[in-house]
């Protein structure tokens, strides 16, 4: 029986199992690359149509305000663009906020009450609008609320710690020099005094009047009907429609309808414009930092709520 004379000749991953391992490995990741190209590509595409869609098409324009408000370059020059955009026929401004800085609300109202100067705003205030999101909302031509929407809380606060009791226990002192007796003040480590107080008491005092006299402008109501409204308290719907605070009860839905009779083509498509809906790339890079943070033991729960300097308008966090 005739043998080849030809030597076998072994592969080098068949004696190595870590080399046979590395090229599945690396086809794998060959793989993972084309998918993530094409995806790239096709959100890429998806995207461009979208906005090339929205420069051709009339439309709703829909802002959402929710969370602590904040003042917001990036929403302010939402704003300024919706105002100029002629496919922009009205704008919606969808609310669910227990309000948060004075700056904030201040900034969205007259954000609005430019904007409304050039086309139909209307707010719809979901499950929550008080304090400096209804500052936000009386910048709107209409206003809409559920029967059990929170509505109100129309005030101004300004918030202080005195932690010179606790600081005093374990021997901790601060010591400053100032350039008058109200530079740096109040100062958490000692008690609020009267020259203090009666300097933040003014403040309080200025702000909180600029905000019944325009909440008594835009809604027609007099001025001392506002000042019963306006000890802080919250309303549900049913009584904020009662005594004037919101115009009608509904959702997005009636709003739309409401538009229609301003002449909006109620089949207008309404598109969302503020804040932008999240982007492949961005989706990528947040769940890869994620997982990042994982790998390295650094993900601990995130803080609730955020931190809110200086004079609020707030109901809750």
Known sequence: MNEDPTPSVSRPDNKYPLLRALRRSRGRWRMFGFVALALAVLAL??????EFSRSNTDYIALVSIEGVIVTDARRMAVLEDLKEDENVKAVIVRINSPGGTTAGGEEIYEALSTLRANKP??????????SAAYMAAVGTDRI?????????????LFNHMDASGLLNTIGIDFDKVVSGPLKAEPDADEPMSEEVRASLQNLVDDSYNWFVDIVADRRGLSRRAVLTLADGRIVNGRVAHNVGLVDEFGGQAEAI??????????????????PLPESFEQRFIRVLGEQTKTMLGLDAAPIQGKALNGLVSLWQL
């Open 257 to 274: 309808n409401w538009l229609e009779t301003l002449d909006v083509d109620e089949n207008l498509p309404v598109w969302q414009v503020y």
């Open 121 to 130: 705003v209307v707010a719809v205030i979901n499950e929550l609008g008080a």
């Open 45 to 50: 595409g998806a995207r461009l149509n979208s």
């Open 144 to 156: 809409f609320a559920r029967r059990l929407s929170i509505v109100g809380s129309i005030g101004v």
